[in-house]
């Protein structure tokens, strides 16, 4: 079963509302997690590192204010879409890594449609 | 230049065929090499990892690294319906530090095995 769970797999939502992704990590804790951005046939983009109890790091050209991270505990961390337009429609995809940082496991993937 | 270049196919192939999937980088730095599947609409799925140069074989797949060249493959052998997805390279500067986990990926190879 899946190691990583977020939530939820598919949102639409009005252009200008905000939407909030969860990514959780089962069974294992996960100190970091990365948020990835996928658009249709194209690869993934890395658009953040989150860390438990501190600010994420953004690449370059993401924007923080409009997507806002929060990794709050060792098992969940979630991306808020900010003022949603239609060009953020994309798959969100997270990934965990494990305490120990051997082993990446990615989640589900969220689909988020802004109309 | 992308940093991580990949053929995004597609590919077509019959089934029990040989599958050769490439991908070309620049920055020297990386040093951690990874395959993935995704099936449509899903998160990626770890396939493969190496992190020296050669091969690495498991069950039908073997992942083959040229540093020297900054050049990557995967072999498919025996090729079945099943792995008919998208192939993504992914590649990390860090092999294991506080980094790890901050994935570049190629573009995706869409592949077809067909019957």
């Known amino acids: 079963g899946a190691v990583v769970s977020q939530h939820p797999s598919w949102v639409i939502c009005k252009s200008g509302t905000s939407v909030k992704i969860e990514c959780r990590s089962l069974?294992?804790?996960?100190?970091?997690m990365f948020w990835y951005r996928q658009f249709p046939k194209q690869s993934l983009m890395l658009m953040a590192t989150s860390n438990e109890g501190s600010k994420a790091t953004y690449e370059q050209g993401v924007e923080k204010d409009k997507f806002l991270i929060n990794h709050a505990s060792l098992t969940l961390s979630t991306l808020t879409v900010t003022s949603a337009h239609p060009e953020d429609s994309s798959f969100y995809i997270c990934?965990?890594?494990?305490?120990?940082?051997?082993?990446?496991?990615f989640g589900e993937g969220s689909w988020l449609t802004v109309v | 230049q992308k940093e991580v270049e990949q053929d995004p196919g597609p590919l077509s192939v019959p089934e029990g065929a040989i599958v050769s999937l490439n991908c070309t980088y620049s920055?020297?730095?990386?040093?951690?090499f990874m395959w993935y599947r995704q099936y449509s609409r899903k998160g990626p799925e770890l396939l493969m990892y190496t992190y020296s140069s050669g091969n690495k074989e498991d069950g039908r797949f073997t992942a083959q690294v040229d540093k020297s060249s900054k050049y990557i493959s995967l072999f498919i052998r025996d090729s079945q319906p099943s792995d008919s997805a998208t192939y993504l390279c992914a590649m990390s500067v860090d092999a294991g530090g506080t980094s790890y986990g901050k994935l570049t990926f190629g573009q995706g190879t869409i592949l077809t095995v067909h019957p």
């Open positions: 920055n020297s730095a990386f040093q951690y």
């Open positions: 990934s965990a890594r494990t305490y120990s940082g051997n082993t990446i496991y």
């Open positions: 069974d294992f804790q996960a100190t970091t």
